[in-house]
């Protein structure tokens, strides 16, 4: 860690990721595919750091979004697991992912077409099939083709299937969006292009589903690609998933108090008056941190035991708090979110999601490793 001059940092809790590996792990369906997602820096959990205390309780396959983040990892020591590249394009990303040993996911046939001209040697790919979500992936007309395709090119071996769900939140419903995706990509898989290998489906709210109602895992069975949840996240709520332990912690101290007179205004276009004289705790985490301005006048802190709610415009490297009903608040400790307050509730009041909330912490923040 290089030194540091402020009291803010990012705290990882590797021992809980691990621990939230293992619950996803003993969902029968991890048995058919398990690849914890590591891609956008691990959810901004640090990727080396995440990969390494995965490998500790014995996960081999990661996922990254990028040929970049893929080379990252190989080069950190993660040499002989497999890692799946869920986002390329052009010659240089086929030619590097040849180079790394990276296992492609193919969702085009520009994609494939370069894998065949600018592979060495023989590569074994994953497919993706756009099963409604219309972001990424082939269709199910495309399939014929894609049988001729490896047919003639046996040098490129179809390892893995998968599909990515819309809305893997109603997949306990029979109505859902998520039951249609499902039986196309059912339909899909029952080609013998896919006999053997690895078939995969479900993100974290669809894992969640499946511990809950294994009737679905038999109906489905696809395996997991677990990126929320393992950061002690689901947007899906049951006794399974208020067993995650939430893994990033976003601490801060105050630095310094203002008293404030009865209709004083505080921050940029004094937004917030006080109602009655007050003490205003800064913080020196801002915007440029990571901490959304949406919080502005109506987000809330931890300091200590007590929640303290965040007053004025979030600055670039500062946000306040209204600290007057709190003992001896400077010097505090401040979790703006994390294992005592939720990332899930700051979401809320920020009106985005929590994958956001997590990600959006900028480089200039370190993060602490602990092994608990
Ligand atoms: C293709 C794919 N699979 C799995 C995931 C993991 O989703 P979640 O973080 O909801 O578990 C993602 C995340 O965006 C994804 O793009």
């Not at 010097?331 to 294992?339: I, N, P, R, T, Y």
Request: aromatic content about 8%; charged content about 20%.
């Amino acid at each position: 860690l290089e030194q540091q001059y402020r009291p803010t940092l990012v705290k990882i809790h590797l021992g809980h990721i691990q621990r939230n590996f293992e619950l996803f792990k003993s969902i029968p369906s991890a048995q058919y595919f398990m690849c914890p997602m590591v891609k956008a820096n691990a959810y901004g959990h640090d990727d080396i750091h995440v990969s390494e205390a995965l490998k500790e309780v014995g996960c081999t396959t990661f996922g990254v979004g990028l040929v970049e983040e893929g080379i990252r990892l190989r080069t950190s020591g993660l040499t002989h697991d497999s890692v799946l590249v869920f986002g390329f394009s052009g010659r240089e990303a086929v030619e590097e992912m040849s180079r790394h040993l990276l296992t492609p996911v193919v969702s085009d046939w520009e994609q494939l077409e370069s894998i065949k001209a600018f592979s060495k040697g023989s590569s074994a790919i994953h497919l993706k099939f756009n099963s409604g979500m219309n972001r990424l992936g082939f269709s199910l007309s495309d399939l014929q083709k894609l049988e001729t395709f490896f047919k003639d090119n046996r040098a490129i071996k179809v390892v893995g299937c998968g599909t990515h769900l819309m809305t893997s939140e109603d997949l306990n419903s029979d109505a859902g969006e998520s039951a249609q995706q499902m039986s196309l990509f059912a339909e899909i898989v029952k080609n013998p292009l896919f006999r053997g290998c690895a078939l995969h489906a479900f993100n974290t709210s669809g894992a969640v589903h499946l511990q809950q109602h294994p009737h679905l895992a038999q109906k489905h069975p696809y395996g997991l690609r677990i990126g929320l949840g393992i950061y002690g996240y689901a947007s899906v709520h049951s006794d399974f998933s208020r067993k995650l332990y939430p893994a990033m912690s976003f601490l801060s101290r105050i630095v310094t108090v203002q008293k404030v007179k009865k209709n004083g205004r505080v921050s940029y276009g004094g937004t917030w008056a006080a109602k009655k004289d007050s003490i205003i705790g800064v913080v020196p985490a801002g915007y440029a941190d990571g901490i959304p301005t949406q919080l502005s006048n109506c987000g809330t802190v931890l300091v200590g035991q007590f929640k303290a709610p965040i007053v004025g415009r979030v600055c670039m490297d500062y946000t306040l708090i209204d600290v007057t009903e709190i003992p001896d608040a400077l010097h505090s400790e401040v979790e703006f979110f994390g294992v005592n307050h939720s990332a899930e509730t700051v979401a809320e009041h920020a009106k985005t999601i929590t994958y956001d909330i997590l990600t959006r912490i900028s480089e200039r923040v370190p993060r602490v490793f602990v092994r608990d």
